[in-house]
Every structure is written in C-alpha cells, then in structure tokens.
Nanobody, 119 residues
C-alpha cells in the first residue's frame, strides 16, 4: 500500500515560479512512473508531466519550456518546477504514482494542491 502527499502550491503573480513536491511512502514498494495532473472545475483531469524510472519525461505541450519534472529516487519524491507561470495554469495539481507494492500493481493519487496565478 502506497500513499502520497503533495505540497508547494499557493498564490503567485503571472511570471512567477512555484515548486511542487510529492513524497511517496509505503512498504516494499517500487515506483515505475510519477506524474503530475491538473484539474479545473467542470473538466477532466489532464496530464501535465510524467517521469519514468529510467528518467524519460513527457510534458503537456502548453507547459513545455516552462515546467520541469524531476525525481529523487532515494527520497521517493517527484518535483514539478513551474516557471513563467500564467493565469491559465491555475488549477488543482495532483500527484500520481504507479508501480508495484509487495508484488501487486498500484495507482495512487494525492489529495491535490491548489495553484493560483494572478494577472
């Protein structure tokens, strides 16, 4: 069983930066993919960025060049560095972690952290 907790959200002016963190914890688990999703009211959750165990990354087109996803395997933590923030980045950001725990596949979501970008 794996649990995750996000932090780092908040209110920032356009052009500013935030760094989101997501720490995973559990027993006898490995992490294959860590990812960040965003969700705005009335819309489906959308992938922002992901990073695999090999370090391969994928990004939503609208954040390429502005956001960077990284992971610290020793700390079981994934980060999302968000630069040059825009009002349209405003959303709840969710951490998603997938892998194996005691031989079974898991897919765990955090509770979400609010990011608000003002004009």
């Amino acid at each position: 069983q794996v649990q995750v907790m996000e932090s780092g959200g908040g209110l920032v002016q356009a052009g500013g930066s935030l760094r989101l963190s997501c720490a995973a914890s559990g027993t006898l688990f490995t992490i294959n993919v860590m990812a960040w999703y965003l969700q705005v009211p009335g819309k489906q959750r959308e992938l922002v960025a992901s990073i695999s165990s090999s370090g391969s990354t994928n990004y939503l087109d609208s954040v390429k060049g502005r956001f960077t996803i990284s992971r610290d395997n020793d700390k079981s933590t994934v980060y999302l560095q968000m630069n040059s923030l825009k009002p349209e980045d405003t959303a709840v950001y969710y951490c998603n972690v997938r892998g194996l725990a005691q031989g079974f596949e898991y897919d765990t979501w955090g509770q979400g952290t609010q990011v608000t970008v003002s004009s």
